[in-house]
């Protein structure tokens, strides 16, 4: 089955089931003493902390990635007669399509 390190643990939280992993991370001096102090100052684990911080900032950057999609949607809508091959062709610069 699994060791120790790779049991999920269940917290039951607002009548909610989730699954975590233990894991094992390394910081260093400045990091760890903004979370001890974040934990001390909000009443929270240093766990806890670390885990809401990479969740909002990996939900941040996914959401830079969608805006930024969703910004360039459009972009090209005042081109007509766009020819895409011409484009491609120039934006290569090269011929070794041309040799096969």
């Given at each position: 089955?699994?060791?120790?390190?790779?049991?999920?643990?269940?917290?039951?939280?607002?009548?909610?089931?989730?699954?975590?992993?233990?894991?094992?991370?390394?910081?260093?001096?400045?990091i760890?003493?903004?979370?001890?102090?974040?934990?001390?100052?909000?009443?929270?684990?240093?766990?806890?902390?670390?885990?809401?911080?990479?969740?909002d900032?990996?939900?941040?950057?996914?959401?830079?990635?969608?805006?930024?999609?969703?910004?360039?949607?459009?972009?090209?809508?005042?081109k007509?007669?766009?020819?895409?091959?011409?484009?491609?062709?120039?934006?290569?610069?090269?011929?070794?399509?041309?040799?096969?």
């Open positions: 089955m699994y060791n120790i390190h790779h049991i999920r643990y269940i917290l039951l939280i607002a009548k909610e089931v989730i699954l975590m992993r233990r894991t094992q991370i390394y910081l260093d001096e400045e760890y003493d903004i979370v001890k102090k974040e934990s001390k100052l909000l009443g929270k684990s240093a766990s806890q902390i670390i885990r809401e911080n990479l969740k900032s990996i939900l941040n950057r996914q959401q830079k990635i969608i805006n930024a999609i969703d910004n360039s949607k459009g972009a090209w809508k005042d007509t007669n766009f020819e895409v091959n011409s484009f491609i062709r120039k934006l290569r610069k090269g011929n070794r399509i041309d040799n096969l």
